[in-house]
């Protein structure tokens, strides 16, 4: 079965980094691009950015432009969210989630989730 398992988070002090991964198991990886959302404390889960299949092209939310940055590895079949200058608005249990849509922002092109990460930015 299809399996998206997350590694990375936790706490940290504004301004500081953090770097998520997500490991895919049991598909073809490359077929499919990779998404990253969150949700913050009372909000819905939002979209952070994507990665294309092929890991040449991303997009990212405006609010984490210049910040963030996504890369993926399709011969590890795992995709990361290197997380910079940290702010205590980006607190919240981040998701990586597999489309077969590139860049797209609507949760139900997702069809699969990993289990989600928690990141705790403290000001």
């Known amino acids: 079965q299809v399996q998206l398992v997350q590694s990375g988070g936790g706490s940290v002090q504004a301004g500081g980094s953090l770097r998520l991964s997500c490991a895919a198991s049991?598909?073809?990886?490359?077929?499919?691009?990779m998404g990253w959302f969150r949700q913050g404390p009372g909000k819905e889960r939002e979209f952070v950015g994507a990665?294309?299949?092929?890991?040449?092209?991303?997009v990212l939310e405006n609010s984490v432009e210049g910040r963030f940055s996504i890369s993926r590895d399709n011969v590890k079949e795992t995709v990361s969210l290197q997380m910079n200058s940290l702010k205590p608005q980006d607190t919240g249990v981040y998701y990586c989630?597999?489309?077969?849509?590139?860049?797209?922002?609507?949760?139900?092109?997702?069809?699969?989730w990993g289990q989600g990460t928690q990141v705790t930015v403290s000001s």
């Open positions: 989630g597999l489309s077969v849509y590139y860049g797209t922002r609507d949760i139900p092109d997702y069809i699969y």
């Open positions: 990665v294309s299949r092929s890991g040449y092209s991303t």
């Open positions: 049991g598909v073809t990886f490359s077929g499919y691009s």
